[in-house]
């Protein structure tokens, strides 16, 4: 399999299904979402289990605008969208990153139909309306335990502390 440019693995939403269509080629497609604000070695592990399940890993990012939504703190994401794609483009695991602006990637998912829908481990997933559309065209969905002691939230309280000291 021919590995990407970083650049070439950020696909514009526009350009998202003819790009997952591609990568359908050489097998599974997984599909996972997230802010990713600040990445460390709980979202490390986590995609790279996630792509292990397929062929292919495409992340949905959460935009700027559907990150604030989130009610994660007036000031997240502390990274821009742009900045966060990159660095999640930058990782081996990540096959292709696009954008969504909407509060979950529920019209995402349903264009780009994944093979495989992952999600974090404190997930219901037959409560997702996610799950139902991917299980309705016959793929899977499934969460991935946390890798326990990391979190973006934790680690930004951390640093304020620390700095505040």
């Known amino acids: 399999m021919t590995e990407l440019s970083l650049s070439a693995k950020l696909c514009p939403r526009d350009q998202a299904v003819q790009a997952v269509q591609g990568l359908r080629q050489q097998g599974p497609v997984v599909f996972t979402n997230g802010v990713f604000d600040v990445l460390h070695r709980g979202h490390a592990t986590y995609l790279d289990q996630a792509r292990q399940l397929g062929a292919s890993l495409v992340v949905g990012l959460n935009s700027d605008a559907s990150a604030k939504r989130l009610g994660k703190g007036p000031d997240r994401p502390l990274n821009n969208e742009v900045d966060r794609a ?4 930058a ?3 990540v096959s292709l990153v696009t954008w969504f602006e909407e509060d979950t990637p529920l ?3 349903s264009e780009l139909k994944p ?5 974090g ?6 409560r997702l309306a996610e799950t139902q559309v991917v299980r309705a065209y016959g793929g ?3 969460a991935i335990p946390f890798v326990d002691g990391y979190s973006t939230s934790a680690l930004v309280n951390q640093i304020r502390r620390a700095t505040a000291s």
Do not use: E, F
């Open 91 to 93: 990782l081996a695991s």
């Open 121 to 126: 481990g404190d997930y219901d997933m037959d």
């Open 86 to 89: 990159v660095l999640l483009a």
């Open 140 to 142: 899977r969905a499934l």
């Open 115 to 119: 093979d495989v829908l992952v999600k």
């Open 107 to 109: 019209q995402l998912i």
